[in-house]
T-cell receptor, first 114, second 115 residues
């Protein structure tokens, strides 16, 4: 384990469902991130939180809704997703925004939208 | 502007032979550079990082990379490949411009190790 835990590991959901992805870190990091990894595409940064405040929303559709209740937990709430949203969703954390420090990634949630 | 280019999408080597994964970057500011490895169905793991100290950086599992400013390169090498090195490798550049942190991932290089 890396210190960043993501649950669930796999999720299959219909387009009308509502589900949430969870990420938890106890590394004392102050920044957390959601990334989307699709086949044959570069990693896409979705959201950045620093000290629980959202500092970046990379033009993500509103059907993805992040929540960061404290610096150790990050959620991604999903509703009315599309099949093209199927991907590996990676959570990461870092100290001081990751510049010069590097990220610690979770193992990801493999999401399939049917 | 900031970008990173991984020149090979796939690299295939025989077990016991050297590994070279190429990465070139461009950055308007003093960058930090990283290599991450991703094994199947896993998250990304930090292999090594360059943050303006020694230009030759040693990482985990016998990997190392050399920062060459004149060539804007940060190639990843290993003297002898193991079967367990088969994975996807990502080069990452980060920079600080006017207080804004920007992180750019490469598109990845899949390393195949042939027995």
């Amino acid at each position: 384990e890396t210190g960043v835990t993501q649950t669930p590991r796999h999720l299959v959901m219909g387009m009308t469902n509502k589900k949430s992805l969870k990420c938890e870190q106890h590394l004392g990091h102050n920044a957390m991130y959601w990334y989307k990894q699709s086949a044959k595409k570069p990693l896409e940064l979705m959201f950045v939180y620093n000290f629980k405040e959202q500092t970046e929303n990379n033009s993500v559709p509103s059907r993805f809704s992040p929540e960061c209740p404290n610096s150790s937990h990050l959620f991604l709430h999903l509703h009315t997703l599309q099949p093209e949203d199927s991907a590996l969703y990676l959570c990461a954390s870092s100290q001081e925004d990751g510049v010069g420090y590097g990220y610690t990634f979770g193992s990801g949630t493999r999401l399939t939208v049917v | 502007a900031q970008s990173v280019t991984q020149l090979d999408s796939h690299v295939s080597v025989s077990e016991g032979t050297p590994v070279l994964l190429r990465c070139n970057y461009s950055s308007s500011y003093s960058p930090s550079l990283f290599w991450y490895v991703q094994h199947p169905n896993k998250g990304l793991q930090l292999l090594l990082k360059y943050t303006s100290a020694a230009t030759l950086v040693k990482g985990i599992n016998g990997f190392e990379a050399e920062f060459k400013k004149s060539e804007t390169s940060f190639h990843l090498t290993k003297p002898s490949a193991h079967m367990s090195d088969a994975a996807e490798y990502f080069c990452v550049v980060t920079g600080n411009s006017g207080g804004y942190q920007k992180v750019t991932f490469g598109t990845g290089t899949k390393l195949q190790v042939i027995p």
